[in-house]
């Protein structure tokens, strides 16, 4: 008895899963008579477009300016030295080293580690700062190249 419920049960399993891969077969030769791509990425900035800010920051870091050794791609050194000197360097220091990001015990951590080590937490704060720290959101600051030079040349500091 059990043994033949269970196995109905088994058959219509299969049935139902069969149905949906039938319904999902004549889908997809729908689909492929159509012009359009099956799968649509909205536009950046699109209603359809639902990541935040802070996401789509984050996503440009990881997908378009990091190499594979984590190091900024495309920064102008230069002009990151620059900007930082005029921008940062009054509270940070001219060698980044004002401020100890490393909690009590551990060894010193300033800009120039950040930046080499932990790309993605240096990015999250420049773009948007931390107002319980007292560190100020730059996105709406500079353009985006001022921030990559910025992150690029801190990567080159002490
Ligand atoms: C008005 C002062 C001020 C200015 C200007 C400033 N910062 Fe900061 N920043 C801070 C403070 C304060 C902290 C938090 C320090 C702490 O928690 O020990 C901080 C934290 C940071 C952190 C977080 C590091 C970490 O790992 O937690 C980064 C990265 C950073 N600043 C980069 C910059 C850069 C780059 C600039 C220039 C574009 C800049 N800051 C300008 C005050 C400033």
Known sequence: MKFARLASTGILALAAYGMLLGISAFAGSDKATESKPAVQKPEPGSPGDTLTREDARMALLVYKLLDKDGKIKGANLKRGEKLFMQNCK???GDDGHRFNFS????????IG?????EMPTFWYQLNFGDDDRGMQAYIDEFPLQDLIDIAGYAQTMP
Not at 103 to 110: H, I, L, M, T
Not at 113 to 117: S, Y
């Open 90 to 92: 009054p509270c940070h």
């Open 103 to 110: 909690n009590f015990n551990e060894p010193p951590a300033f």
């Open 113 to 117: 580690d950040r930046a080499r080590k």
